[in-house]
């Protein structure tokens, strides 16, 4: 595969991720199995396969009890409980309960229901106007690195070339996100160190 099939088969399928538009979540207050089902239908092209749950009771109950998720109003869920799963959803992939909690908690304390500075709604579309740009870097990136493990064991036979190429392409990438979350980790405590009533959850 050439740089410019493998560019435009990456393409596809980062737009096949779905970007949940703040003006798409309702404005109404949401029962929890509104909630999933929302979830569901506006996630469901991020799913690694069909069976996968973008989001379950169980998970929205164990979010709130583990005082990730500011409880729902006489069991209702606001525009902004919908924002917070959103952003839960997006960090879940590579981090933890406790580091999500470090993160999201001082936001939610700061601006969930308090719209005197920034919403929460406000927060949530700048840092996802942010998004398109940062698909074209990452393009970019992704094309480099994609170049520099075709070049790699120049002396494989044509059987092998295949499986090598791929696989120091994966280590690539993996060395990239180890990179990005070793480095979100430090954040996340220095955070932590300057919000020590911060309370987090060490499950």
Known sequence: MDTKQF???ILDSLQQIDYVKPEDVPNIDLYMDQVTTFMDSQLA???RHDDDK???KTMINNYAKNNLLPPPEKKKYTKEHV???IFIYYLKSILSISDIQGILNPITE???GNDE???LEDIYKEVFSLEHPETQNLMKDLAKKFNT??????DASEDEADLLHTFSFICMLSYDVYIKKTLIEKMIDQMASKNPETKLSKK
């Not at 493990?149 to 120049?154: E, G």
């Open 110 to 112: 700061k601006y969930f």
């Open 83 to 85: 924002l917070v799963l």
């Open 7 to 9: 560019l435009r088969s």
């Open 117 to 119: 500075n920034y919403s």
């Open 149 to 154: 493990s075709m070049n790699t064991f120049p």
């Open 54 to 56: 973008i989001l379950t």
């Open 45 to 47: 092209a991020s799913k």
